[in-house]
């Protein structure tokens, strides 16, 4: 019959305080590299999201401007009953304190924003 031999542990079972401190140094970056990725795409979905709701206050302007003869409205509080959701379209997606711009020309509308400018 074969003999198995068991390996005989000394004292010392375990990992080493080197060890320990490599694997958390590799956890730490790959949660500071998930982070930053975090970060850019949350800044980037605000962006468009900012982007959109730019787009729907300059269709909403011509829409009024199909039922007013061809005037566009004076202040964006004139497109209230265009949209629904008015108030929620009007402030930057990053910062509710800053609104969205809006200048009526006679050749169209352009609605633009402080922080993200086209």
């Given amino acids: 019959m074969r003999q198995v031999r068991r390996l005989e542990r000394s004292g010392d079972s375990g990992f080493t ?15 500071g590299i998930a982070v930053a990725s975090y970060v850019f795409a949350n800044r980037q979905s605000a962006k468009i999201a900012c982007y959109s709701n730019q787009r729907i206050l300059e269709d909403t302007c011509w829409a009024y401007a199909l039922d007013h003869d061809g005037a566009y409205p004076s202040v964006m509080e004139e497109l209230r009953p265009y949209i629904t959701n008015y108030d929620d379209v009007i402030p930057c997606t990053i910062d509710d304190d800053v609104l969205l711009e809006y200048t009526a020309t006679a050749n169209g509308v352009n609605v633009s924003c402080p922080n993200h400018p086209r």
Avoid: A, N, P
């Fill in 17 to 31: 305080l080197v060890e320990i401190m490599v694997v958390v140094l590799i956890i730490g970056i790959l949660v």
